[in-house]
């Protein structure tokens, strides 16, 4: 990586960080009702962006925001309401990739291939929450 990518990619990086706590505070000061009826200690867990099995909807949604997708799933136990919250990453193709060039600049045909090694992005799965009940059942997140 390149000193300018890694630049980049640490103030990206501080900026989210950053932008999170923000986040998480408007999205409080959005629901503040809801919010102040919670015990303490839950209060601190929110204001601090974590989330345990037990939480509410409402709970989640103060920390982590609204999901990139909604899917719900039935199975032996009933129904259970899944968010999917989703980053983007770098894709997992091998670099540098060899592509075909089919038409040169003056659009005549060519044969050959050049090397692309500039990275491509893609949507990944972050993480999943998972409710029964309207409480938080399972929580999966990808390393």
């Known amino acids: 990586m390149t000193p300018r990518r890694l630049l980049l990619a640490v103030l990206c990086a501080a ?8 986040s998480i505070a408007t999205r409080i000061a959005e629901r503040q009702e809801v919010y ?5 200690e839950v ?36 129904i259970s309401e ?14 540098p990739a060899v592509r075909p060039v ?6 005549h045909l060519r044969g050959s291939y050049y090397i692309d090694d500039a990275p491509e992005y893609e949507w990944k799965e972050a993480l999943r929450v998972e409710f029964k009940q309207g409480r938080v059942s399972s929580i999966q997140m990808r390393e």
Do not use: F, H
């Open 15 to 22: 900026t989210l960080v950053a932008g999170c706590a923000d």
């Open 43 to 78: 209060r601190m867990r929110i204001a601090r962006g974590q989330i345990r099995l037990g939480d509410d909807r409402d709970a989640v949604w103060m920390v982590y925001g609204t999901p990139s997708e909604r899917v719900s799933r039935t199975d032996a136990n009933g």
């Open 36 to 40: 102040d009826a919670y015990p303490e």
């Open 102 to 107: 089919y038409r040169d600049v003056g659009g």
């Open 82 to 95: 899944i968010w999917i919250y989703k980053i983007l990453g770098y894709s997992d193709r091998l670099y």
